[in-house]
């Protein structure tokens, strides 16, 4: 007698297809961290990563400072994040559909200009905190990861 070959029915793969796809996805955005974003405005410069160097600020301005969370001894200047805001203290303030790449160019704490709120994890300059919102909010919720 010989071996017959396995079969599986279309409608089981397909289940376990999109249920390995859909556990990608899971994972994947858990790779995300969450926490308060401020914005912090001009003048930006001298930096803690940069000092006095114009060109450490990308063209389209968007750039932020490191809160204590991320600011890793100095490791985190000139990592990028991607952000996306989550909520605030209105529901017309963010758009989570938006997401935005910004470069650390500074550390919160010892910034020259003083971030709109304390305790934020990161602060975005003016240019990057306004892609999410023309309100004046101070602070936001943000998932942010490297």
Request: hydrophobic share 40%; glycine share 4%; net charge negative.
């Amino acid at each position: 007698m010989s071996p017959q070959p396995i079969g599986i029915s279309p409608f089981l793969f397909i289940f376990f297809f999109f249920f390995i796809i859909s556990s990608a996805t899971i994972f994947q955005s858990s790779l995300a961290d969450i926490g308060p974003a401020a914005r912090y405005t001009p003048p930006y410069i001298p930096t803690a990563c940069f000092d006095n160097e114009v060109s450490q600020f990308p063209t389209d301005n968007m750039f932020a400072a490191a809160g204590e969370g991320i600011w890793d001894n100095g490791a985190s200047c000139g990592r990028s994040y991607l952000v996306r805001c989550i909520s605030a203290s209105s529901t017309t303030i963010c758009d989570p559909s938006k997401i935005i790449q910004v470069k650390i160019v500074d550390r919160a704490q010892t910034s020259i200009s003083i971030p709109s709120a304390d305790g934020a994890i990161i602060v975005l300059s003016d240019t990057a905190f306004s892609q999410f919102t023309n309100s004046p909010a101070s602070l936001i919720n943000v998932e942010f990861r490297h």
